[in-house]
Structures are given as structure tokens and as C-alpha cells.
């Protein structure tokens, strides 16, 4: 091998190795769980997810991990595996059809249709940790009955503290606020 070829080459292998350490690494993608709860016998027949809407600082695939003082902290290399609300809306689907096992629970964006006896509509207000590291789902919640004409409309404010610092500890603790939620829509549900 000549001595320019081996500059070269050597050239090349350099700038490949400087365009490598440029690049940012691959993001850790996080999702979370549906959390078990009280089963109820009776329930609507077929309950429909519509709506639900987020704030638009956690519309996003950074996970946000704090909107305390007038600034939202974002981890950059830390993202929902899928869209916020799409993951929201099938976890809840998922919690709601565990603990009220003689319901269909369907979504609006689902394959499935039919006429719903009930439907809710969520609006997340807040869903990241506050100043002390504990995870605050603030969401407003109504509920409409097929033979009713005026909704049921709640307020839900929950505070669940992570174990661990950092998302590790913030993805467990809003799966735990989630099932909350899905734990006081189901008392919204069911007869009285």
C-alpha cells in the first residue's frame, strides 16, 4: 500500500469515527402499565373511550419530567415508546375492562363500534412529578349515560410519590396515578 493511500484511508477512518462519537445515542423508550383494582360486578354494558385530550407541554415524546416554577424539565433521551395519549387511552382501557369485567370497554379510535351505554371524556390537566419528586395527575373527567342528559362531571387530583429518583422512579409512579384515575371513574360507573 502506497503512503497516500494509507492517508487515505486513514483520513477516512478517522472522520468516520469523529461522525460516530457526533451522533446522539439511540433514546430509552418507556411506556406505562395498567395497575390492577377492586373488581365491580355491574357495570354499563358497553362503555366507550371518546375523548381524551392532554396539555400540550406533555404532547410529546420526551417524557416531561417536571412543570414546577415556570419551566418544564424535559429528559432528552428519555421518550414514550407511543404517543401520550394513544398510550393513556389503552391503558385505561385496559384498567376499566379488569374492574369491570361484565363490560365491553371499546375506544372511539378502535376497530370496534357500537352504541355505548356510557362514554367518557378525559382532559389531563398535569401528569409530571412536583418539587419533591412525587408524580400529579390533575384531570377533569365526565361521564355520560346513554338515558341521561346531564353528564357527570369530576374533578380528579392525585399525588403518588416515586421510589426511585429520575423517570425510572416516575414511569412506576404515574402507572400508580393512572390506575387512580381508573379506580374513581369506575365509582362513576357504577350503580348506586
Avoid at 445515542?25 to 377492586?38: C, E, K, N, Q, R
Avoid at 369485567?101 to 351505554?117: C, M
Amino acid at each position: 500500500m502506497t503512503q497516500r493511500a494509507f492517508a487515505g484511508l486513514l483520513g477516512a477512518l478517522v472522520l468516520s469515527l469523529a461522525l460516530g462519537a457526533c451522533s446522539s445515542p439511540d433514546p430509552d423508550l418507556y411506556t406505562i402499565a395498567p395497575v390492577s383494582g377492586a373488581v365491580k360486578a355491574m357495570g354499563p354494558q358497553i362503555i366507550v373511550i371518546d375523548r381524551i385530550v392532554i396539555a400540550k407541554y406533555l404532547d410529546r415524546s420526551q417524557i416531561v419530567q417536571s412543570s414546577e416554577d415556570y419551566r418544564v424539565d424535559l429528559k432528552s433521551n428519555d421518550w414514550w415508546a407511543e404517543a401520550p395519549g394513544a398510550m393513556l387511552r389503552r391503558v385505561l382501557q385496559q384498567e376499566l375492562a379488569q374492574r369491570l369485567p361484565r363490560s365491553s370497554i371499546l375506544s372511539e379510535t378502535g376497530a370496534i363500534s357500537a352504541t355505548p351505554d356510557a362514554t367518557i371524556d378525559i382532559d389531563f390537566q398535569r401528569l409530571d412529578e412536583n418539587k419533591s419528586g412525587s408524580v400529579v395527575l390533575q384531570a377533569q373527567a365526565s361521564v355520560s349515560f346513554k338515558n341521561s342528559k346531564t353528564p357527570i362531571v369530576r374533578s380528579f387530583n392525585f399525588t403518588v410519590p416515586s421510589t426511585v429518583p429520575g423517570v425510572v422512579g416516575e414511569v412506576p409512579a404515574i402507572s400508580a396515578a393512572v390506575g387512580q384515575l381508573a379506580d374513581g371513574l369506575v365509582m362513576l360507573l357504577a350503580p348506586r
